[in-house]
């Protein structure tokens, strides 16, 4: 069975970094996406990055492009998501998230797998 744990989440400030992690087990992940996603209170999921376990590409929404940075580390099963220049809006529950395949996917709806979540706060 497939299990996510996140980790890492908690209170910056603005401009401050954070780092995400989510500890995959269950499976081997080479063939598999992982993503990165986010509900704000009020809003829909949506979705933030991902990377392909086998070869490492990744995929970013433009809201994060060139502040997030998604890796995996292959040794610890784990992937993890770095967070620079961190802003207000950025605040929310960020959800680890795993799909079979070796296409880059970018809707909640694609990912089977899910981890409970870990709350980014970050004060203006």
């Known amino acids: 069975q497939v299990q996510l744990v996140e980790s890492g989440g908690g209170l910056v400030q603005a401009g401050g970094s954070l780092r995400l992690s989510c500890a995959a087990s269950?499976?081997?992940?080479?063939?598999?996406?992982m993503g990165w996603f986010r509900q704000a209170p009020g809003k829909e999921r949506e979705f933030v990055a991902a990377i392909r376990w086998s070869g490492g590409s990744t995929y970013y929404a433009d809201s994060v492009k060139g502040r997030f940075t998604i890796s995996r580390d292959n040794a610890k099963n784990t992937v993890y998501l770095q967070m620079n220049s961190l802003k207000p809006e950025d605040t929310a529950v960020y959800y680890c998230?795993?799909?079979?395949?070796?296409?880059?996917?970018?809707?909640?709806?694609?990912?089977?797998?899910w981890g409970q979540g870990t709350q980014v706060t970050v004060s203006s």
């Open positions: 998230a795993a799909v079979f395949g070796m296409v880059v996917r970018v809707r909640v709806r694609e990912y089977d797998y």
């Open positions: 269950g499976r081997t992940f080479s063939s598999y996406i």
